[in-house]
């Protein structure tokens, strides 16, 4: 079964969070950006997968009002 672009999306977008949680501290540590960047950045990118997540949590919703299987959204 094919992967719908918001999950796709949303499996992406998280990744990005979890690497500049894991990256930005060094980089601010060693000067590369400034830890306002650094919070910024993180913020912005975590409110993109938290939309991209919402929005396969609204697909899975409608798949299963009209009987599909929403197991793919998970």
Do not use: H
């Not at 590369?32 to 913020?43: C, G, K, L, S």
């Not at 929005?55 to 009209?66: I, M, N, S, V």
């Amino acid at each position: 079964m094919m992967t719908s672009p918001a999950v796709q999306l949303a499996t992406c977008a998280k990744w990005e969070v979890e690497q500049r949680r894991r990256f930005y501290p060094r980089w601010v540590e060693n000067r590369r950006i400034t830890q306002a960047f650094a919070d910024e950045q993180t913020a912005i990118i975590d409110r993109i997968a938290r939309g991209y997540r919402a929005k396969t949590l609204a697909e899975a919703a409608k798949c299963d009002l009209g009987g599909g299987d929403a197991s793919s959204a998970n």
